[in-house]
């Protein structure tokens, strides 16, 4: 579906879309160079394979296979035939209907017509010299733009395949890490050596906006808050020049250090778009800016209005003064290429001739320039030996070209209403055997567009006591939560009797947000009935439980904090902090069962090491305040209680010990105690799925663990500490193309 989306939003009379897009063809063909992967790596969306956008990549010139081979009807019979299947997840047999061969049949057909289409680009590329360069980094998964340090140093942003958003200074060919980012980031370093950083952030709790940041002894200050400056620049004056989009309005504000606005040097118009800009030691102004249908050209800012350097139908990005010259990049015909313009003649030269391609291109020593390059295994800087080569091709403007600004008709637009979205989009079938207990039923999920309305729901029916079972949960706005929950359990004393159990649980969540460190303080409620029911239950020894309900009901406030970090080759989180403390009354609502308080306190903690190595501890301390009759802790087995919606800790009681049985005595009691430390090896992907039945083989990883813990009652003291010693092999695998399951 990504690639069909891609495919729909292309126009390639109109020049629109990405299916279109030099960069679209710059990195296709760098996949062909590399070898095509096969379908059983691209036919499931991966978080862990490159590039990262296969899906799309991959699945928008699919799609122009399909058109190109077997005509445009043939893509809406794809569409018509697949959702008008009954059963679902037919993706492999899909085609055999339209093209008469099935999705595997076709793709060494797609593969021959990539070859094909790239051929003659290949061929056109090689027949000229290509510049000789020398990787600085190694491959990353996205490097921000670079800027040059006043120590002829290199600052960039990268998000690195192990260590997730960093920013990073290279000097001598060492890349050294400077700070951690929220994001992928613009840079920028002024003479007497700031460096001025833009990144994303969270502003009233609810959006992500770019805010500017100086470095200072190793972090990062804040000077502006819910700013929306995705990029700036140090002027002449030592002030800053930051680029502001307010309602996709562009705008270019000077500010002081404190990030104080001291004045707008420009502000746009609608249509007007401009992507990137830098600024010369004497002041000037050069940026990329795109106006109406007009292609993205070089402009120069003389006093309020833009004066064009270029006038051409090529995209011009990224340009970058060198004493009377601009360096920038422009990509044509499937080549993104580093091009020179010298400023008083307007005189243009092109720099380099690559298979792959120049993203920016910095001034470097004599001869030579820094080039951001895309690979076919990530992006990386490199020093690149400038040549000379022959335009590409020359396409002027028509001076009388008009500039064309969408109109929006205000008459269509009508109130949001989220229902339409809210609707199941799949349903998966679930069976349940434990003992003699069976329950059918399905699962299915859904949000609305603006994801406001989310929910999970069970439904199952039990066949012993032909009874309906669900689990219902709703999530409002991140913030209010709902549930019901109806299950059956065995009870040890008879086979033909069973615990019922309802549960209504409530929450509220009041989230303090950050990109990287998070609070979310929050009131939960939880009134749990428990019944026994079967066909006899009169106990051996006379007693009948037919009349035995217990209220075991909970109220919990607690808070939760979340500063952990993930890359793309953990598999979970490999640095930072997470901690929960949580206190529980039974006695404020009506609890049958139980008196008194449970004290909670958990903290997590994760440290990366080199080649993406994690060293990741975990402590855990329950204590029973004045409780009687028991609300007693469990320690054993490898399974603990769920979580009660996002990060909620009510009524859990279970607690994983790997080794010991999941039920021991000596493991039970008012007090527990837990202390875990785990050496976890990278997860190998191979990300290999196939399509009858739609399962997934994603990665594994090998973990090796000592565990500890104690529990005891309130009239003891802590006695005896058990520990285990063990090894775990994680596999994680995908079910029906999106579903992630993890097996131990």
């Known amino acids: 579906q990504e690639g069909l989306a891609t495919y729909m939003e292309t126009d390639e009379q109109r020049h629109i879309g990405r299916g279109q897009s030099d960069v679209f063809q710059m990195m296709m063909r760098q996949e062909v160079l590399a070898g095509i992967k096969p379908l059983s790596r691209i036919n499931t969306v991966s978080g862990h394979d490159w590039p990262f956008n296969s899906a799309y990549l991959y699945g928008v010139y699919f799609f122009k296979f399909i058109h190109d081979v077997y005509g445009e009807e043939a893509i809406k019979n794809l569409v018509n035939n697949y959702s008008n299947n009954l059963l679902p997840y037919r993706v492999d047999s899909n085609p055999r209907m339209v093209t008469g061969k099935t999705l595997s049949d076709l793709w060494p057909e797609f593969s021959e017509y990539l070859k094909g289409y790239f051929d003659p680009q290949i061929n056109r590329i090689k027949s000229q010299n290509q510049n000789p360069y020398k990787p600085l980094t190694k491959d990353y998964l996205a490097i921000g733009l670079l800027a040059k340090g006043e120590d ?326 991140s913030r209010w939560l709902l549930g019901l929950q109806k299950t059956l359990a065995n009870t040890s004393f008879s086979d033909g009797v069973s615990e019922l159990e309802t549960q209504l649980f409530a929450g509220f969540i009041y989230p303090i947000l950050k990109v990287q460190n998070s609070f979310y303080p929050y009131l939960a409620y939880v009134n749990n009935e428990s019944k026994f029911i079967g066909d006899e239950l009169r106990l051996s020894d006379g007693r009948d439980i037919r009349d035995v309900e217990v209220q075991d009901n909970w109220l919990a406030l607690g808070l939760i904090y979340d500063g952990l970090r993930t890359s793309l080759t953990a598999g979970d989180a490999s640095d930072g902090w997470q901690a929960s403390f949580s206190i529980e009354n039974a006695e404020v609502v009506d609890n049958s069962y139980v008196e008194g308080q449970v004290l909670n306190l958990s903290a997590r903690h994760y440290y990366s090491l080199s080649w993406g190595h994690t060293l990741a501890q975990r402590l855990f301390v329950g204590s029973g305040v004045d409780t009687q009759s028991t609300s007693d802790f469990q320690l054993g087995g490898s399974r603990s209680d769920a979580y009660i919606g996002p990060g909620i800790q009510l009524k859990q009681r279970k607690y994983a010990l790997r080794g010991f049985e999941s039920d021991l005595a000596e493991l039970r009691g008012e007090n527990a105690f837990i202390y875990n430390i785990e050496y976890r090896l990278p997860f190998s992907w191979f990300d290999h799925n196939v399509m009858t039945p739609p399962v997934g083989f994603s990665g594994w990883s090998l973990r090796g663990f000592v565990d500890n813990g104690a529990a005891w009652d309130n009239s003891e003291s802590l006695q005896d500490v058990y520990t285990s010693i063990g090894g775990e092999i994680i596999l994680d695998n995908t079910l029906f193309y999106y579903l992630n399951i993890r097996l131990r």
């Open 152 to 477: 002829s140093s290199i600052w960039y942003s990268a998000l690195d395949f192990t260590k997730g958003a960093n920013l990073y200074r290279l000097v001598d060919g060492k890349s050294n890490l400077e700070v951690e980012l929220n994001s992928l980031a613009t840079v920028d370093v002024s003479d007497d050596g700031n460096v001025l950083v833009s990144q994303l952030e969270y502003c009233d709790q609810y959006s992500q906006y770019y805010d500017l940041y100086l470095l200072d002894d190793a972090k990062l200050q804040r000077i502006t808050h819910c700013g929306r400056y995705r990029m700036a620049k140090w002027n002449h004056k030592g002030e800053i020049l930051a680029l502001k989009y307010e309602q996709g309005i562009a705008q270019l504000d000077v500010l002081n250090k404190k990030g104080e606005l001291l004045s707008t040097l420009w502000n746009g118009l609608e249509g007007e778009i401009l992507s990137a800009f830098d600024v010369s030691d004497n002041g000037e102004v050069a940026a990329t800016i795109k106006f109406g249908n007009l292609p993205w050209n070089l402009y120069l800012l003389q006093g309020n209005a833009w004066q064009a350097l270029t006038k051409d139908t090529a995209t011009q990005t990224n340009p970058v003064f060198s004493k009377d010259k601009i360096l920038y990049t422009q990509s044509q015909i499937g080549q993104l290429e580093a091009y020179s313009l010298i400023l008083n003649t307007q005189v243009k030269s092109r720099m380099t001739n690559t298979l792959s391609g120049i993203k920016q291109v910095l001034p470097s020593e004599l001869g030579h320039a820094i080039a951001l390059r895309y690979t076919a295994s990530g992006y990386q800087i490199a020093s690149i030996e400038q040549q000379s080569y022959p335009a590409l091709y020359e396409r002027p403007l028509l001076e009388k070209t008009t500039q064309v600004v969408p109109e929006l008709n205000l008459n269509l637009d009508s109130p949001y209403s989220p229902y339409n979205s809210l609707l199941p989009s799949y349903w998966l079938p679930v069976w349940v055997n434990d003992g003699n207990l069976q329950e059918v039923g399905f699962f299915t999920s859904g949000n609305d567009a603006l994801g406001l309305h989310s929910y999970i729901g069970q439904i199952t029916y039990e066949k012993h006591h032909k009874r309906g079972l669900g689990n219902l949960t709703y999530i409002y706005n």
